[in-house]
Nanobody, 121 residues
Framework: QVQLVESGGGLVQAGGSLRLSCTAS????????MGWYRQAPGKQRELVAT???????DYADSVKGRFTISMLNARNTVYLQMNGLKSEDTAVYYC???????????????WGQGTQVTVSS
């Protein structure tokens, strides 16, 4: 089992910045990718950004140029630097990871509990 713990959420004014962190722990063999998703009230969960262990990144169009995802492989930790925050960024932000387990390389998806980000206008 792999556990994910997020931190760094909070209340910020529009135009401000926050940095989210997520660390994976437990029976970790190989982390293939990590990512951030978010869910606003009454809306479906949506992709924010993902990063592979090789450093390839992908962003939602709505956050390109404002958010930056990075990963510290040695610590199984992913970060999301959020700049230029807008009220529409308000949501619960969830971290996930794709874990590859021995002996056959089976892939499993794990989710964190989420951290609230609120942007006041």
């Amino acid at each position: 089992q792999v556990q994910l713990v997020e931190s760094g959420g909070g209340l910020v004014q529009a135009g401000g910045s926050l940095r989210l962190s997520c660390t994976a722990s437990g029976s970790i063999f190989v982390i293939d990718a990590m990512g951030w998703y978010r869910q606003a009230p009454g809306k479906q969960r949506e992709l924010v950004a993902t990063i592979t262990s090789r450093g390839s990144t992908d962003y939602a169009d709505s956050v390109k140029g404002r958010f930056t995802i990075s990963m510290l492989n040695a610590r199984n930790t992913v970060y999301l630097q959020m700049n230029g925050l807008k009220s529409e960024d308000t949501a619960v932000y969830y971290c996930n990871t794709i874990h590859v387990a021995p002996p056959y390389g089976s892939r499993s998806l794990y989710w964190g509990q989420g951290t609230q980000v609120t942007v006041s206008s």
